[in-house]
């Protein structure tokens, strides 16, 4: 879904930057890779997966600023790839989906989750069990499914239950991830911190020093990453002090303020 919000309506000028985090990229952009989640970051948290809005103007934004970073931009999001691609388009930045499970290259090479058939069969029980949650929402993500229970609150522990059980029955090669209002089973070997580590090592990211955003939980590993190679890693929202985020910025309305801003 798309919005028609505009950056910096009816500014003259370009609001100075403020966020210290991001005053080094608008300084020395060839010196730096940009890793961004999407939900809660990018964008808005919506009611339900499916409902998230893009403003009209950020696909072309982004864009804009990943050529001012020499190709140097990657999207890291727990959503699944073919999810995300149409939300941008017509434009297809380099991703990291599924937490890191799945992943795209600069140059368009795509590395894809295995998804046993055990799984497949796992998720419809999930789903099958989900009827006695009224209010919650499963999200199948082809290697992993989701539990969203903002709208099933009294569940919750009852669903971290179904999920653990169903985790010991998926086995090692499986992990469980919670986040805001929602539980996931996903790929064990997969975390943001790695897809920023993967990324990194290839053209056009090698060389340069990592900013991580995001603004949950499941972003921590993407921090870590970040800050051991002498990064910068920053949280959207408040961060209450639990996170290894050394900076932080209000909102995604800010952020995507921010970014505008960076866009020459």
């Known amino acids: 879904m798309s919005s028609q919000e505009q950056p910096n309506e009816g500014e003259a000028e370009p ?12 300084l020395y952009p060839q010196d730096w890779a940009l890793f961004l989640d999407i939900d809660g970051t990018l964008l808005d948290l919506a009611e339900r997966p499916e409902a998230i809005v893009v403003p009209d103007y950020l696909p072309g934004m982004l864009h804009a600023l990943s050529r001012q970073l020499g190709g140097a931009l990657a999207l890291v999001t727990g959503r699944a790839i073919e999810f995300v691609d149409p939300l941008f388009g017509p434009f297809r930045f380099p991703v990291a989906g599924l ?20 799984f497949q069969q796992m998720k419809q029980r999930i789903q099958q069990e989900a009827a006695a949650w009224p209010g919650a929402i499963v999200e199948d993500k082809g290697a992993a499914v989701a539990v969203h229970f903002r709208h099933a609150p009294a569940h919750e522990a009852e669903i971290g239950e179904t999920m653990l059980r169903h985790l010991e029955e998926a086995g090692s090669d499986w992990n469980l991830q919670r986040g805001k209002m929602v539980i996931e089973i996903c790929p064990a070997h997969a975390s943001k911190g790695h897809a920023v580590e993967a990324f990194l090592a290839e053209a056009p990211f090698e060389g340069r020093r990592p900013i991580a955003i995001g603004d949950d939980v499941t972003d921590e590993t993407m921090f870590a990453a970040a800050n051991r190679v002498g990064g910068q890693s920053v949280r959207i929202g408040d961060t209450n002090g639990k996170t290894l985020a050394r900076a932080s910025i209000a909102s995604p309305a800010r952020l995507r303020d921010v970014l505008g801003t960076l866009v020459k």
């Open 15 to 26: 609001r100075p930057l403020k966020e210290p985090a991001l005053t080094a990229l608008s």
């Open 99 to 118: 937490h890191g499970a799945e992943r795209r290259d600069a140059a368009g090479r795509l590395r894809r989750a295995h998804i046993p058939h055990a």
